[in-house]
């Protein structure tokens, strides 16, 4: 991973490939290139890879709902290859499969992303499907990319709404019951309806409270920790 990289790198400068080649030679010379006074993160942009994919594996799928999320325009996140300042890494935190994200993350810090056009490097046996468990995997990450660019700071906002739907949702259910017990004089005791009323209800609370436990962690430990990063102090 890169964070742990970066302990026996000692470059300004650092370039990070994944395990294969996914662009030609002369695109890897052109992103390091690219890199220039203005620019802190060059990602490659793979314009043969929708193409490639489109009937394969699909990751132009998972880059529409990053940006879409995160309001980000890149057009392959799915690319590994990435050049970078070393303030870069020292300032975003990364964990799990969240490399990936890094131009959109750096972004919340005041870094600035450049995109190059280049050559997919076609990887020969390759057949563009991956597993079921990639995809549930690939899921997971941009739920967590939603999560920690919006509610990292108030996550009782997320898990509250939540709360407060399965809560709505019982209260309608349960008021659905009252109006057939005291107008028609139907029998709710023993029904489905009734418990699955209560049982949300129940879960509506728990999942609030699970907010409030999260907004309590947040406050005592992050409240130092900022979000954006310093460039110069005038």
Request: hydrophobic share 40%; glycine share 8%.
């Amino acid at each position: 991973m890169p964070q742990g990289a970066l302990n026996h790198a000692g470059g300004k400068i650092l370039v990070v490939c994944g395990s294969y080649q996914q662009i030609s030679d002369s695109s890897l010379m052109k992103v390091v290139q690219s890199l220039d006074e203005a620019t802190d993160i060059v990602t490659p942009w793979r314009r043969s890879e929708s193409i490639h994919h489109s009937t394969n594996s699909n990751p132009g799928f998972f880059n529409f709902i990053s940006n879409r999320i995160t309001g980000s325009s890149l057009h392959d996140l799915s690319c590994t290859v990435k050049v970078f300042r070393r303030e870069v890494l020292e300032e975003t935190e990364l964990y799990g499969n969240m490399y990936r994200f890094l131009p959109i993350l750096a972004a919340r810090k005041g870094f600035k992303t450049k995109e190059v056009p280049c050559e997919h490097h076609q990887e020969r046996g390759k057949t563009g499907f991956y597993s079921a468990s990639e995809y549930i995997t690939r899921v997971i990450d941009i739920f967590t990319l939603y999560f920690n660019t919006r509610f990292t700071k108030k996550p009782l906002r997320f898990f509250s709404s939540i709360g407060f739907a399965f809560v709505l949702c019982g209260l309608m259910l349960n008021l659905f019951l009252v109006i057939q017990r005291f107008l028609f004089e139907v029998p709710i005791g023993n029904r489905p309806l009734l418990f699955a009323g209560l049982l949300l209800l129940v879960l509506g609370v728990l999942v609030a409270s699970v907010g409030l436990l999260g907004e309590i962690i947040a406050f005592s430990n992050g409240r130092n920790k900022k979000e954006y990063t310093v460039e110069k102090e005038i």
